[in-house]
C-alpha cells in the first residue's frame, strides 16, 4: 500500500474541524454525557429538539439533535457511518481530568492507548457513538523509522502516571 504519496491538491495546514453534530435519540441523557460528565457548557438551545455546547464559549463544539432520531436505536455496530468522534485536549493534565471525571462518573471506558503521537481515552456515548479523548504530544516527540517518516504505535497507556498529572 502507498502511504506517501501526496495528491495535486494540498489543503491549507491551519484547517481544523470545528465541530461535529450528532443525531441522538433523547438530548437530556446525550448532556447527560457532554455536560455533566466530559464538562462542555451549553451555548444554545434550539427549540427542545437540539441543544448545542462548547468549551470556553466557542459557538459550538457539538451539536445534538433528534430532528430524525427521537427515541431511535443506535446504529448496528458493523454498518458504515462515525467510527468516532475525537476530542483534543491542550494539554496532558487536561486528558487526566476527564478520565478523573469519567472515572468518579462510572463511565465505562473501552480502552486507553499511547500512540505514540497522542495519548487516548476510547468510550462510547449514551447513543452508541465512538468517542476518543485525547492530547497530541510535541510533533518533536513523535516517534520515526529511520527514514524520518511517522512510525505511529498501540500500547497500553500509562492510566496511573496520566492520573499523577493531577497530583502536582
Known sequence: METSRRTRRVINPGTRIGHVHLKVANIERALGFYRDVLGFEVTQWYGDEAVFLSAGGYHHH???????????????????GLFHLAILYPERRDLAQALRWLLESSYPIDGASD???S???YLRDPDGNGVELYRDRPQEEWPRNSEGELAMVTRALDVEGLLAELDG
Open 62 to 80: 457539538i451539536g445534538l439533535n433528534t430532528w430524525m432520531s427521537r427515541n431511535a436505536h443506535p446504529a448496528p455496530p458493523h454498518s458504515a
Open 115 to 117: 500512540h505514540g503521537v
Open 119 to 121: 495519548e487516548a481515552l
